[in-house]
């Protein structure tokens, strides 16, 4: 069955904080499941996140809620497993609204991953995302 790979264990980074201001707008509410809260971006040309599983999974879909105004054009995932340098698994083109957005990923067995987005909406570059999830297996 698949289900949402991002665990307690999974070390996630991003690449920026509106104001630098983590406790009202950081990466830990990209996975609270709560409806009111967001990981909000500060401005500047991409922005991405990184995650890093504790083990291998098996990714098959991408999960994001954007802000309507505060989305991305283009996004691109990356992954690696071990020490691998990153490779592109596959680009997606999401569409600039408040709705949850499912985007197919081709079959990739990865420990870690980087979806960068480009080309925002916002003017600033900012970006806003209420759900970020990954789906897939975990490897056995």
């Known amino acids: 069955m698949t289900h949402s790979l991002?665990?307690?264990e999974t070390v996630s980074r991003v690449s920026?904080?509106?104001n630098r201001n983590t406790r009202q707008f950081g990466k830990k509410h990209l996975f609270d499941q709560d409806e009111e809260t967001c990981w909000n971006?500060?401005?500047?040309?991409?922005?991405?996140?990184t995650l890093e599983f504790p083990q291998c999974i098996c990714v098959?879909?991408?999960q994001i809620q954007f802000q309507g105004g505060f989305s991305?054009?283009?996004g691109c995932l990356e992954g690696s497993l071990g020490s691998e340098?990153?490779?592109?698994?596959?680009d997606?083109?999401?569409e600039d609204n408040n709705s949850l957005q499912t985007f197919p990923v081709p079959p990739a067995e990865v420990d870690r991953l980087k979806v960068?987005?480009?080309d925002t909406t916002d003017f600033f570059g900012r970006v806003v995302i209420y759900h970020l999830r990954v789906l897939g297996k975990k490897k056995v």
Request: hydrophobic residues 35%; aromatic residues 12%.
């Open 116 to 118: 960068t987005f480009e």
């Open 72 to 74: 991305s054009r283009q």
């Open 92 to 94: 997606f083109y999401p």
């Open 60 to 62: 098959s879909q991408l």
């Open 85 to 90: 340098a990153l490779s592109k698994i596959v």
């Open 16 to 18: 920026s904080v509106l």
């Open 41 to 49: 971006s500060d401005q500047g040309p991409s922005q991405w996140v």
């Open 6 to 8: 991002v665990c307690p």
